[in-house]
C-alpha cells in the first residue's frame, strides 16, 4: 500500500478529502503535501522544505500545478505547517 496519494487539481482545487475540496494555496501551507507536480517537473512543498534540513525550495507557480503528491493517509485533511512550528 502507498503512502502517499496524488490528488489532481481541478479549477484551483484538490480532493483534500473524499467529500470536502481545498484550495490549491492551503496545500503550500499543509503538513500532508509532499510536493507539486507541474508539467515536467516536481516541486518540493514549501511546508516540508520549512522542517527540513535544507529549509529550502522553489516558488511553487500554482497556476501551472496538475496535482499535489499528498501523504494524508488518515483522511485528516487540512492541517496548517504553522501549528506545527509554532
Not at 522542517?51 to 507557480?61: F, G, K, L, N, P
Amino acid at each position: 500500500m502507498s503512502s502517499t496519494r496524488t490528488l489532481q487539481v481541478e479549477k484551483g482545487t484538490v480532493a483534500c478529502l473524499p467529500k470536502r475540496r481545498e484550495d490549491l494555496e492551503k496545500c503550500r501551507f499543509c503538513v500532508h503535501s509532499v510536493k507539486f507536480i507541474i508539467p515536467g517537473k516536481e516541486v518540493p512543498s514549501p511546508a516540508r522544505a520549512f522542517c527540513s534540513m535544507s529549509r529550502a525550495t522553489e516558488e511553487v507557480d500554482l497556476k501551472k500545478v496538475i496535482s499535489v503528491v499528498c501523504d494524508d493517509m488518515r483522511e485528516e485533511g487540512f492541517r496548517t505547517i504553522m501549528n506545527v512550528i509554532s
